[in-house]
């Protein structure tokens, strides 16, 4: 009769452990689903906001060299090396004084003392790839990148980092032991923190108390 009741205790024990990891089990899938929900649309509008601001100040906004690309030729030229990088014999650059002749709509132009900074030596007859000004020809650019380059660039990296983000998402829903995980994860950061926050208030408080028990001691030997 005792051994019975023994086993009885055992088993309510087991059934209550269980439902207590049920429990936790549950509450940290769900916290972490909330978390992949919060991060997924707020990385959203992140995005939203970007495709605005990229639309409006790089779509949007004129460029003058537009997408004008030439190939000019170094006439002559001086060139020498970049002070701040010239201990660093793998990472070199080139300051260079250069004549340029470039052909637009079979005009030749030549542009004087064109400036470049980079990592190019440039000779004379060597090539240069340049943009020149659609309302100016004399006008070039080394710049063969234009603000459409920039903006693709921009909304591409951010619709990576959204695209993984629904994948996180899409995950945590379709599979409930990551989603606890990430809930589990999320849960004992935010332990942690104020625990340590606790710690820390508790720590300046000793310190505070301390410090006046001191001032009083000696406020009163003196």
């Not at 769900?30 to 970007?50: E, Q």
């Given at each position: 009769?005792?051994?019975?009741?023994?086993?009885?205790?055992?088993?309510?024990?087991?059934?209550?452990?269980?439902?207590?990891?049920?429990?936790?089990?549950?509450?940290?899938?769900?916290?972490?689903?909330?978390?992949?929900?919060?991060?997924?649309?707020?990385?959203?509008?992140?995005?939203?906001?970007?495709?605005?601001?990229?639309?409006?100040?790089?779509?949007?906004?004129?460029?003058?060299?537009?997408?004008?690309?030439?190939?000019?030729?170094?006439?002559?030229?001086?060139?020498?090396?970049?002070?701040?990088?010239?201990?660093?014999?793998?990472?070199?650059?080139?300051?260079?004084?250069?004549?340029?002749?470039?052909?637009?709509?079979?005009?030749?132009?030549?542009?004087?003392?064109?400036?470049?900074?980079?990592?190019?030596?440039?000779?004379?007859?060597?090539?240069?790839?340049?943009?020149?000004?659609?309302?100016?020809?004399n006008n070039i650019t080394?710049?063969?990148?234009?603000?459409?380059?920039?903006?693709?660039?921009?909304?591409?990296?951010?619709?990576?980092?959204?695209?993984?983000?629904?994948?996180?998402?899409?995950?945590?829903?379709?599979?409930?032991?990551?989603?606890?995980?990430?809930?589990?994860?999320?849960?004992?950061?935010?332990?942690?923190?104020?625990?340590?926050?606790?710690?820390?208030?508790?720590?300046?408080?000793?310190?505070?108390?301390?410090?006046?028990?001191?001032?009083?001691?000696?406020?009163?030997?003196?």
């Amino acid at each position: 009769m005792v051994l019975t009741n023994n086993t009885n205790n055992t088993n309510n024990t087991d059934n209550n452990n269980s439902g207590i990891i049920n429990d936790l089990y549950n509450t940290s899938a769900a916290v972490g689903k909330f978390k992949a929900t919060v991060t997924f649309v707020f990385l959203l509008f992140v995005f939203i906001c970007i495709l605005f601001l990229v639309n409006h100040f790089l779509y949007n906004k004129e460029d003058i060299y537009d997408n004008n690309l030439i190939k000019g030729t170094v006439k002559d030229s001086t060139c020498t090396k970049n002070s701040n990088n010239s201990n660093n014999s793998n990472n070199i650059n080139w300051d260079c004084s250069t004549n340029i002749l470039y052909n637009i709509n079979n005009i030749d132009y030549v542009k004087k003392n064109f400036h470049t900074n980079s990592s190019t030596y440039y000779y004379p007859d060597s090539k240069i790839d340049l943009r020149y000004n659609k309302y100016d020809h004399n006008n070039i650019t080394d710049n063969t990148y234009s603000n459409n380059f920039y903006g693709n660039v921009i909304i591409f990296f951010s619709f990576i980092i959204l695209l993984l983000s629904g994948i996180q998402l899409i995950s945590v829903y379709m599979f409930k032991p990551l989603a606890a995980a990430s809930g589990a994860g999320a849960i004992a950061g935010t332990v942690v923190g104020a625990t340590s926050g606790a710690a820390s208030g508790a720590a300046s408080l000793v310190g505070n108390v301390m410090g006046a028990a001191s001032d009083g001691f000696y406020g009163k030997r003196g």
